[in-house]
């Protein structure tokens, strides 16, 4: 019996259309001047206008903050900071993929709680009350939607800093299928892998726990399900809603059970060779899983069981292997790279990487001990 302590923080307004609710959830809230964080893609294909003529018709003064790239950095957080100083919010809405919702949560944290974003690199180092939050995810990806966790790389440095604290979490998060059918092939793809990548390795680390892992499952059923589903049609709906809802319950799971060494593998090589975040984890994923399944076979038996019988699915096959080549045809089939030679990582370069990602939190709570002897054959086997 593993004791475990979770805490709903997040309200998860589901189905679609739902984006029209934006402004009534944020008057609820008690929201009078909302800051909607956005990037220039998801500004481009009209959402962040929906959002705001929701939030307009609530009766709300609204501005948006467009200063967002892939992956926000630092700087991306103190430009919104001096933004939301001069338009005085009392809410903010994250409006786009992992990347605007992270940002929205970082400058939430400077603009409440001041200081720089390097303060508040680990768990609970918010003092201060922090500004009620929505958001409206249009990816189906990073779960960031239902985490109190920010994603914020260094600008210097470029290390990718987990700044957590449950006053960070978004208040509601509106999960609206519709948004995410305007994402390009590539973003669908390496959005899903992510997603994916979470479901599994919540289920299976040091910290899990029946919470977790019960969203952990469901999740990766959802995911599963729709993931080729996506690729193949677009344009399905049902299929979207899959995934959109499977990524926000992964990221549940993550809040209750944190993540593993495919991530803490992946980091770095985005870091040092700007391989995007889902691409480096379908590179390592599949390795990962045969790492862990030593010691996991049972709770990946488990996963292998919640896939069995999905129509369009081919049947795994049995064990850890079985799990693993079936991601791996995931990965395949999202037309990735499944070899670091191929990403034009250097061969001479992996013993460095191996410190670099034995250096990364989330390795800690990975279920077999990972060193960097253990990182380096993982990246060996990938190479």
């Known amino acids: 019996m593993i004791p475990f302590d979770y805490q709903p923080i997040t309200r998860m307004v589901f189905g679609p259309g739902k984006i029209a609710s934006l402004g009534s959830l944020a008057t609820e809230l008690g929201g009078r001047r909302a800051m909607v964080v956005s ?4 500004i481009a294909a009209g959402h962040a206008a929906r959002g705001l003529e ?10 948006l903050y467009q200063g967002v790239h892939e992956n926000p950095s630092t700087e991306d957080v103190e430009r919104g900071t001096a933004f939301a100083r001069e338009f005085a919010p009392d809410i903010l809405v994250g409006l786009g993929g992992g990347s605007s919702m992270d940002c929205a949560k970082g400058v939430n944290f400077l603009l409440t709680n001041g200081g720089r974003m390097q303060d ?24 960031s939607e239902s985490q109190s966790f920010a994603l914020i790389s260094d600008a210097q440095t470029h290390a990718k800093m987990a700044c957590g604290d449950k006053k960070a979490a978004f208040k509601v998060a509106i999960l609206d299928p519709v948004l995410t059918l305007t994402q390009p092939p590539r973003v669908t793809a390496l959005t899903g892998i992510d997603a994916i990548s979470h479901a599994l390795e919540s289920h299976v680390t040091t910290k899990r726990n029946a919470a977790s892992q019960a969203f952990s499952r469901e999740a990766w059923r959802l995911l599963a399900r729709g993931f080729t589903q996506v690729l193949r049609q677009p344009g399905d709906l049902e299929a979207r809603g899959d995934m959109q809802l499977g990524a926000c319950l992964a990221g549940l799971a993550i809040e209750n059970s944190m993540l593993g060494a495919t991530h803490a593998l992946a980091n770095p090589l985005t870091a040092e060779y700007g391989i995007a975040h889902g691409q480096a984890i379908g590179l390592m994923l599949p390795h990962v899983l045969r790492f862990n399944g030593l010691v996991m076979s049972d709770q990946y038996a488990q996963l292998l069981e919640a896939v069995v019988g999905i129509p369009g699915l081919p049947p795994p096959s049995s064990g850890v292997a079985g799990l693993a080549d079936f991601v791996g045809g995931l990965v395949n089939a999202a037309n990735l790279p499944t070899r670091l030679r191929d990403c034009h990582v250097a061969q001479e370069r992996l013993p460095k990487l191996a410190e670099f990602a034995a250096k990364q939190w989330t390795g800690t709570f990975n279920p077999r001990p990972v060193g960097p002897t253990e990182l380096l054959a993982l990246y060996e086997q990938a190479f």
């Open 39 to 42: 990037d220039a893609g998801v």
């Open 54 to 63: 929701s939030l307009t018709a609530a009766g709300l003064e609204t501005v």
């Open 120 to 143: 508040y690199w680990g768990v609970g180092k918010a003092k201060l009350p922090m500004l009620p939050m929505i958001a409206v995810p249009t990816t189906s990806g990073t779960g």
